[in-house]
Each structure stands twice: as structure tokens, then as C-alpha cells.
């Protein structure tokens, strides 16, 4: 059997389906075997009709806002991306710079230690005097840069965030798909081969294939809202005392 | 002797900032992945301050709260949320909880220490 997983278009008056692999049943045909199945004194063409295609409007929004969330989502990740790394590029080329400054200062007084001359040490200090004070304004700086790597590295702890929500998000979309694909079965099932059921029967099963994806969307309508990351950049949070 | 804080969050990353930040201001810091490992922890010793995420598995932040506020050494313990949530609403549920304050993530180390400072010393 043709599978039913595709996007649903609304095309000269008509909802069709368009399926992902290309091999998909159209879903005008199914539906016209539907209305020529359904016995006219129960389900009328025009009421299935009407069920079918207000069923299809809503899920094609459904899913619409899904990818719309998703795309958000992603969006939403590449902008906390973006800020963290030019600002932890920029908080690493200030600490490799410092490095630079200290390490020959550094290095110089290893070799004082290693002659314990006292009037060479006071001499060298004097000498370097200004060097030592460059390192204590850098000291602070330092610090800075690496509050500033601290608060950037939470970034991983967003972003973790975000991903769980997108993966739920893809997950849910997969539920919908394979739900809506065995119910494809199901119908597709009503018209092959089965010449022997009865107009009740398939009167039957045609409601409750339609009852299926009518689940499927309004669980797709009540899923509730995330908004449990809002944060766009990188800049850091406000703290509130009660 | 130096202050506990018992830091509570899911993520390895955070936890390691926060102990980071902490322990180089002289804090002592006990970790929890979750509330309820948070919960049995603060059962065994009892420390001086509180910093936890909201959402986590097995316990939230605020679940962990109302537990903490219902054990006598707890009542009036500083405990301090520090989460994404940045909503109205779930700060009331905070507070309401017995939360001391709200901390929006991600934080910056100098505000951490100044706040856990003014409440613990």
C-alpha cells in the first residue's frame, strides 16, 4: 500500500496529499471512494465531505505551527550560538593577550628564584616595577574574563534545553505521522478486497478511520505551550530577592 | 568553617559554574542532579543555603522547595531559584512556595556571590 505520509494542500477547492516519498495515495481519490461507500441514508457525501475537509484544515494547521515552533526553536539556538561564541572568542584572545604580557615577567622571576639574591631580587623589582603593576590591572581583568567565560558557558545548559524541546516537538510530529499513516491502511484496507462487507461495516470502519485522525489533531490542538527558554542572547539573567 | 550550599540542577554544565563561582569565594559546595537527590541531601547535612533549577526529572525546584520548607532546619533557610523561567506566574508559584528570591539564567558570577553574600555572609 501507497503510504499517507505527506502534506495536505488545498488545491482547487480540494484538499490533497502529497506524499514524502512521492508514491502517496491521493487523498481526493480515497476520499471519492469514501462518499461512493457511504450509504446516503446515515453519513451523506456532503457531510463526510464537510468532516474531511474541515478534519484536514486543522491538522495542516497543526502542523503548521509545529514546524513554525520548530523553526523557532532553531532560530532561537543559532542566535544563542552565534552570541556565545563571538563572545567566548573574545573573552579567550583577552586572556591569551594577558598570558603574553605575564609569561616573561613570570618566567624572570622563576630565575630570581632559583639565585636567592636578595639586592638582584630588589633590583629586578624596581626594574620591572611597571610591569607588576600592569599585571595587577590585569589581574582584575582577567577576573572579568573569566566571569564572563562562566556565564557563557551556561549556554550548553540552554541550548540542552531548546534541543529536548525540539526533539519532543520532532517526536510528536513522528506520533502524528505514523498514527495517520496506519489509519491510510485502514481506509485503504475498506476498498481493496473487500467486496464481501457489508454498508454498515464499512459505514462503520470509514468513522472510525476518520474518528482516528480527528485524535490525532485534537491532541495536536491541546498540546501545551513551552515557553520554559525565552532567552535570545547571552547576556545575564535578572535576580529578584523576595 | 565555611557555609554549605547545596547547589540542585540537572545540567553537569551549571553545576559546575556555580560550584566554580562558590568555591572561589570559600563556599563549600554539595551538588545534587535533581530535587530528590536534592531532598535526601539536605536530610543528611544540613546546610546553610539553597541555590536550585526549576526543571528537572524525578523532582522540580518548586516540589523541592515545599518538601524542604516542611523540615524544621528548613523554615527559614535562603533558598534561591536559579532557572530559565523568567515568567510572572511561576515566580509567584515560587514565592509562594517559600522561595527567598529568583535568579533568571544565565547568571553572572558577581551578582551570585553579592546576593548569596547578603544572605548567608
Not at chain 1, 480540494?14 to 487523498?27: D, I, N, T, Y
Not at chain 1, 607588576?132 to 551556561?154: G, Y
Request: aromatic share 4%; charged share 25%.
Amino acid at each position: 500500500m501507497a503510504g499517507l505520509l505527506g502534506l495536505f494542500f488545498f488545491n482547487d477547492g480540494v484538499w490533497q496529499l502529497v506524499s514524502f516519498g512521492g508514491a502517496g495515495a491521493g487523498l481526493a481519490s480515497l476520499f471519492r471512494k469514501a462518499v461512493d461507500a457511504a450509504p446516503s441514508d446515515s453519513v451523506s457525501a456532503e457531510s463526510l465531505s464537510a468532516l474531511l475537509n474541515t478534519l484536514l484544515q486543522r491538522l495542516s494547521g497543526q502542523f503548521h505551527s509545529l514546524l513554525k515552533e520548530i523553526r523557532s526553536d532553531l532560530l532561537q539556538m543559532q542566535s544563542l550560538l552565534q552570541d556565545t561564541s563571538e563572545k567566548l572568542a573574545r573573552c579567550f584572545s583577552m586572556l591569551d593577550q594577558q598570558d603574553r604580557v605575564h609569561r616573561p615577567l613570570v618566567a624572570g622571576l622563576k630565575g630570581m628564584e632559583m639565585k636567592p639574591n636578595v639586592s638582584e631580587i630588589m633590583t629586578r623589582v624596581m626594574k620591572e616595577g611597571a610591569q607588576i603593576n600592569q599585571i595587577t590591572h590585569d589581574d582584575a581583568e582577567m577576573q572579568s574574563s573569566v566571569n564572563r567565560a562562566v556565564l557563557l558557558l551556561q549556554f550548553e545548559d540552554l541550548a540542552a534545553q531548546l534541543m529536548a524541546r525540539m526533539i519532543d516537538r520532532v517526536q510528536g510530529a513522528e506520533t502524528t505521522l505514523q498514527t495517520l499513516h496506519r489509519a491510510a491502511l485502514e481506509w485503504n484496507a475498506l476498498f481493496q478486497g473487500n467486496g464481501a462487507m457489508l454498508p454498515d461495516e464499512r459505514r462503520c470502519r470509514i468513522m472510525a478511520a476518520i474518528k482516528q485522525i480527528e485524535s490525532v489533531v485534537d491532541a495536536l490542538e491541546k498540546r501545551p505551550e513551552v515557553k520554559s527558554v525565552l532567552q535570545q542572547d547571552m547576556n545575564p539573567g535578572s535576580v529578584e530577592l523576595f | 568553617m565555611a557555609k554549605i550550599i547545596l547547589a540542585v540542577d540537572d545540567s553537569i554544565s551549571m553545576r559546575q559554574m556555580v560550584s566554580f563561582t562558590l568555591k572561589s569565594a570559600g563556599y563549600e559546595v554539595v551538588e545534587a542532579v535533581d530535587g530528590e537527590d536534592a531532598a535526601e541531601k539536605a536530610k543528611m547535612e544540613t546546610v546553610d543555603l539553597i541555590l536550585t533549577d526549576q526543571n528537572m526529572p524525578k523532582m522540580d525546584g518548586i516540589t523541592l522547595i515545599q518538601r524542604l520548607r516542611s523540615l524544621p532546619q528548613y523554615v527559614n533557610k535562603p533558598i534561591l531559584m536559579l532557572t530559565t523561567e523568567s515568567g510572572e506566574a511561576i515566580k509567584a508559584k515560587g514565592r509562594a512556595a517559600g522561595a527567598t528570591g529568583w535568579m533568571v539564567k544565565p547568571f553572572d558570577p558577581d551578582k551570585l556571590l553579592a546576593v548569596v553574600k547578603r544572605l548567608i555572609g
